[in-house]
């Protein structure tokens, strides 16, 4: 906790540790309240440090030391210093020596979940980043690298004890009612990447021989009683450990890859080597406990983890600064592999959807870094969509740049080139130059610089040279202090289209300047213009397209992107308009227009059903935000987007009815992409059908809750009916909790439905439900069910003009940051966009965001997130 102003680290001032340890022995004895650690480490001086004689500087955090001793020899309490934050011993020898340190350890009183900790009775670890040294004392950076030999001891109560490699013995403690189990690590890997699990938990298990000949015995340990739920996860491990061997040639390197899921997890899921600890939530499913979204995702979220084996196990990390070499390009395999499983014209919506609505209000506010930062206070503040889904945009130009060939070569050289190193985003770039013989200098300036770029465009045709002559002008606009942004080296795919709906040309152009001028010959027509096809780059452009040109573009843009994102654009055309107050009389007759000229691809079999279901999306507020810009009125951007959606599922009633009816399936569930897509579709329908409040609505939706056979069904019925007046939202949401409230995850589901839904009087809500009995903020699940779907998702409710919503985000923030500051640090990014508002909303953002940060004491990860936000 903050008792001072936390200190800033800088990439610059990088320096490899004076000595390396190479070798790691750890004895844990677990105990609830009372765990020691004895870790024997081998060390020596470092010949990449310049320091000569230096003191050895361990971190340690929240522990309790018992001893040390070098080469045997207990240290006097004189020759060393404990602090809050280190240990240092003053000499120690100049040649290869061992150090061995007993510490104890609280797991049960580690509220934060960082370290070694206890989640519903069972022993877990969460190292990355910077949680090993709250395990023992150690270099605890990514750039130290040793092998691992870990022995765990614990009552036999708890018969499954799990660590990183391959096991290495097991048996009893004699005389005792304890046991033990040993693991062996052959590969050396950084601190953060350590990983213990020792309780009671149900198992399912499989094998596969890796395209090496290697055999492989695969585990998923969760709680009790869950383990019929994990069949999709250990499906979804195989096909993510084929896909690597296949696309990237990387194939698995231990004698077993195991899995726990557990339910107290700050975040998503953890790559330890050979030991992956997971959210429960990415790993249980049933159909009739998870939707079509959450197998999507935990198809996804298993390969990521399982991709992190070579790209930020194998080839790690220099410093927390590169974060986004591993995480970035993990994102980015991820991508592909659901692209490769699934849709890829929809996994191409989803991902850009993902990044407008994440990535960009945060590089286009105070939370603004670049997916390379240069500073920090609070490393864990920085996996942000910047450093990970940006961080995946920058892989995926580089490919669309030197061509899909030599990306793959780069990549091959980048694994051999690196293989046991701790790397940078040069050496990465630096493969890529190297396999295509093409200067990424200026490319590199994607790393380095914040902000998303805006591409200003214009285009002239002339009919007598039959040329049309393209200009565009690129910027990045400026935050308080900045210097000057430089110009962007950026792929834009490109189309021509002609009157008829013809392709007059198509290809790729490549932005270096900060203007620049294409003209292409023999264009027999004047053209419709379709830029940054496949979103090609992660910019804003700015086009004054006519209405009647986006009409063309949804008709027949060959590009399924742009063609998707003209039908995005109309809509938000009309939505500004109303929220403008320039709709005049004919507006209501322009959505009608809007309306029809969806119906023909809506209604079109021969799209796949996912991606129909992706026209109905109606912009989210970000992207309206976005281009509002200041001074926004929240109720009335709230009732623009309300009449708009109503108006639009007016127009489309008949097709609504017809799509829902043709996609009822009563076959057995099953969670792939087709199935999944006729389902998104079926449900898309009927909630914009709700928003227009058609008759047959309210019958349609009290059946999909009665005679639900899956998740899917049901949690969708419950989130649409919360658009409806009268009884049946509060009818389906009893009926809800009454069937699933002894499901931690369903009960999580039944308060995310009440946090998203719409109201300015949401905040009460929210606060009521906080004193319900299942609440509780312990659980980052069920606070982020809670409040980061309030935060975040509702947004009439968060920026109410009375301030209710924000007073509710900044009570929250302070009563949790005293549990776990990761938590609440993510939680206040919600007021990122503060700036945005009018005067009367901004006022009352702005005491709370003073409010929270004259709280004491307050951790680092919270102060940074403030302190930043209210400064720029
Ligand atoms: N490396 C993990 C994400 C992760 C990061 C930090 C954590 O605790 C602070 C936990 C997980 C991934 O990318 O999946
Ligand atoms: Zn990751």
Redesign the pocket.
């Known amino acids: 906790m903050r008792t001072e102003t936390p200190k800033t680290i800088f990439l610059k001032d990088y320096k490899p540790t004076p000595y390396n340890i190479d070798n790691v022995r750890l004895t844990f004895r677990l105990h609830d309240t009372e765990t020691l650690v004895r870790a024997e480490m081998k060390l020596k001086p470092n010949k990449a440090s310049k320091a000569k004689k230096a003191l050895l500087e361990l971190d340690g955090e929240k522990i309790k030391l018992l001893s040390v001793a070098i080469n045997g020899e207990l240290l006097a309490p004189t020759e060393y210093v404990v602090s809050e934050h280190k240990l240092t011993i003053k000499t120690v020898p100049q040649k290869a020596f061992t150090l061995a340190i007993e510490s104890q350890c609280d797991p049960k009183a580690n509220t934060e979940l960082?370290g070694l900790y206890m989640s519903n009775g069972v022993f877990c670890t969460?190292c990355?980043?910077e949680?090993f040294r709250r395990i023992t004392y150690f270099y605890d950076r990514p750039d130290v690298l040793a092998k691992y030999h870990v022995r765990i001891e614990a009552p036999k109560a708890m018969p499954v004890l799990l660590s990183n490699g391959n096991p290495a013995g097991n048996g009893s403690i004699s005389g005792t009612d304890r046991h033990f189990a040993e693991w062996d690590d052959p590969h050396p890997k950084p601190s953060y990447l350590f990983a213990l699990v020792a309780g009671d938990l149900g198992s399912v298990h499989s094998d596969i021989i890796t395209s090496e000949g290697r055999h492989v015995h695969l585990g998923i340990y969760v709680e009790k009683g869950k383990d019929n739920r994990c069949a999709w996860a250990m499906e979804s491990l195989k096909a993510s450990m084929r896909w690597d061997e296949k696309v990237f040639k990387r194939a698995y390197d231990l004698d077993v890859f195991n899995i726990v899921a557990v339910s107290d997890f700050?975040?998503?899921?953890?790559?330890n080597k050979g030991l992956n600890i997971f959210n429960d939530k990415y790993i249980l499913a049933l159909p009739q406990t998870a939707t079509d979204t959450d197998f999507e995702l935990i198809e996804a979220?298993i390969a990521?983890?399982y991709f992190?084996n070579w790209t930020?196990n194998r080839i790690t990390c220099r410093d927390w600064f590169q974060l986004c070499l591993k995480?970035g390009l993990?994102v980015f395999r991820d991508q592909e592999f659901t692209s490769d499983m699934r849709s890829r014209d929809v996994k191409r919506i989803d991902d850009v959807q993902d990044v407008r609505a994440r990535q960009f209000p945060e590089d286009f506010g105070p939370l603004q870094h670049p997916p390379r930062p240069n500073a920090y206070i609070e490393i864990?503040n920085f996996?942000t969509s910047t450093v990970?889904e940006k961080g995946a945009e920058v892989c995926r130009m580089i490919q669309t740049l030197i061509g899909a060939a030599a990306f793959a070569k780069g990549m091959q050289l980048y694994f051999k080139r690196h293989d046991g190193d701790a790397a940078t985003v040069e050496d990465f770039v630096k493969c890529f130059e190297d396999a295509s013989k093409k200067k990424l200098k200026q490319f590199f300036r994607w790393y380095e610089q914040a902000g998303t770029p805006q591409v200003a465009v214009s285009g002239k045709y002339d009919a007598k040279k039959k040329t049309y002559m393209l200009n565009l002008t690129q910027s990045v606009k400026r935050l308080k202090g900045q210097p000057a942004k430089l110009p962007l080296h950026m792929p834009l795919g490109l189309g021509l289209i002609g009157p008829d709906g013809r392709e007059l040309h198509s290809g790729m152009i490549e932005l270096t300047k900060a203007k620049q001028s294409f003209t292409f010959k023999n264009i027999l027509a004047k053209p419709v213009l379709s830029l940054n096809r496949g979103f090609s780059a992660p910019i804003v452009l700015k086009h004054r397209a006519t209405e009647r040109d986006l009409l063309l573009q949804l008709a027949y843009d060959s590009d399924s992107f742009n063609r998707w994102e003209a039908g995005q654009e109309l809509a938000k055309k009309l939505i500004l308009e109303r929220y403008h107050g320039k709709h005049g009389n004919q507006w209501p007759q322009k959505v009608a227009e809007f309306a029809e000229a969806l119906r023909h691809p809506l209604t079109d079999t021969s799209l796949d059903e996912a991606y129909r279901a992706k026209l109905l999306d109606v912009p989210p507020y970000e992207e309206l935000m976005a281009a509002i810009g200041k001074e926004i009125d929240p109720e009335k951007l709230y009732s623009a987007h309300e009449e708009f959606t109503a108006k639009l599922g007016e127009g489309l009633h008949d097709t609504l009815h017809e799509v829902y009816t043709s996609t009822e399936s009563h076959a057995a569930y099953k969670p792939d992409a087709a199935s999944s897509g006729k389902r998104a579709l079926h449900y898309a329908a009927l909630s914009l059908a709700t928003r227009a409040q058609a008759t047959w609505v309210e019958e349609a939706l009290r059946q999909e809750s009665q005679h639900a056979t899956n998740m899917t069904a049901e949690y969708s019925a419950l989130r649409i009916s919360t658009r409806l007046r009268g009884a049946l939202p509060e009818e389906l949401s009893k009926r809800f909790f009454d069937a699933h409230n002894s499901d931690p995850l369903l009960i999580d589901k039944w308060f995310a439905a009440q946090a998203l839904a719409p109201s300015e009087s949401a905040a009460d809500r929210v606060r009521t439900l906080m004193s319900h009995k299942d609440f509780t903020v312990k659980t980052p699940n069920r606070v982020y069910a809670l409040l980061r779907n309030f935060i975040g998702g509702n947004f009439i409710g968060f920026h109410a003009p009375d301030g209710a919503g924000y007073k509710l985000a900044a009570d929250v923030i302070i009563a949790i940051d005293a549990i776990n500051p990761?938590v609440a640090s993510r939680l206040a990014t919600g007021f990122r966009t503060w700036r945005m508002f009018d005067a009367g909303n901004r006022k009352k953002a702005e005491a709370e965001l003073q409010r929270i940060l004259a709280t004491k004491p307050l951790s680092p990860d919270v102060f940074e997130i403030i302190s930043r936000t209210l400064k720029a």
């Not at 700050?266 to 790559?271: I, L, Q």
Request: aromatic share 10%; no cysteine; glycine share 14%.
């Open positions: 960082s969460q990355e980043a949680g700050n975040m998503g899921a953890m790559e979220i990521h983890e992190h930020g995480e993990t864990n996996y990970y990761q």
